[in-house]
T-cell receptor, first 113, second 113 residues
Framework: AAGVIQSPRHLIKEKRETATLKCYPI?????VYWYQQGPGQDPQFLIS???????DKGSIPDRFSAQQFSDYHSELNMSSLELGDSALYFC????????????FGSGTRLTVV | KQEVTQIPAALSVPEGENLVLNCSFT??????LQWFRQDPGKGLTSLLL?????REQTSGRLNASLDKSSGRSTLYIAASQPGDSATYLC????????????FGTGTRLKVLA
């Protein structure tokens, strides 16, 4: 069965650089969520999209932006990277039926040096 | 604001023991609750999903219960094995505002051979 695809799996960037993370949800899933998990931390909600519109916003820095495209894939853009942005970034998708909960991708590990 | 806490934060047990992981949440207005397993540096693997109308779910050696009124869920692992060593996270699907998951702080489990 198709899963949530995230790319790249690993990314190394220098401070002040820009990074773009991509998420391809399960087909026919219309909602995408982004989470950030720092070392030893639990995942923190960043932002979500429903039908290509932002539906909710969590603790996402102003340096970050995201969008969902017409094919429902989503991109998280991170600018002026800081050492503290080093984390595992997860994307999850959900269909209209909440009975099935979230399905998470394998994550993108971002390391800022 | 929903807060999710997991106790204990870390647990070390000998192989073969039955064990219970606890998850508490402050707002009982939840849609569902999902337990995940996370190996170090890896993604989130879904273990069990309990809807708010359900009392428990079982999968193999795992059993999760939900008591919405008291704001608690437990994950019971029978006959623990070294391969069960991982961090276990519970996530609560909120109904206040837009639907999203709030994660617990995690329990780091080590099963000794």
């Amino acid at each position: 069965a198709a899963g949530v695809i995230q790319s790249p799996r690993h990314l190394i960037k220098e401070k002040r650089e820009t990074a773009t993370l991509k998420c391809y949800p399960i087909p026919r899933h219309d909602t995408v969520y982004w989470y950030q998990q720092g070392p030893g931390q639990d995942p923190q909600f960043l932002i979500s999209f429903y039908e290509k519109m932002q539906s909710d916003k969590g603790s996402i820095p102003d340096r970050f932006s995201a969008q969902q495209f017409s094919d429902y894939h989503s991109e998280l853009n991170m600018s002026s990277l800081e050492l503290g942005d080093s984390a595992l970034y997860f994307c999850a998708s959900r269909g209209q039926d909440r009975l099935y909960g979230y399905t998470f991708g394998s994550g993108t590990r971002l390391t800022v040096v | 604001k929903q807060e999710v806490t997991q106790i204990p934060a870390a647990l070390s047990v000998p192989e073969g023991e039955n064990l219970v992981l606890n998850c508490s949440f402050t707002d009982s207005a939840i849609y569902n609750l999902q337990w995940f397993r996370q190996d170090p540096g890896k993604g989130l693997t879904s273990l069990l999903l309990i809807q708010s109308s359900q009392r428990e779910q079982t999968s193999g050696r795992l059993n999760a219960s939900l008591d919405k009124s008291s704001g608690r869920s437990t994950l019971y692992i029978a006959a623990s094995q070294p391969g069960d060593s991982a961090t276990y996270l519970c996530a609560v699907g909120t109904t206040s505002g837009t639907y999203k998951y709030i994660f617990g702080t995690g329990t780091r489990l080590k099963v000794l051979a």
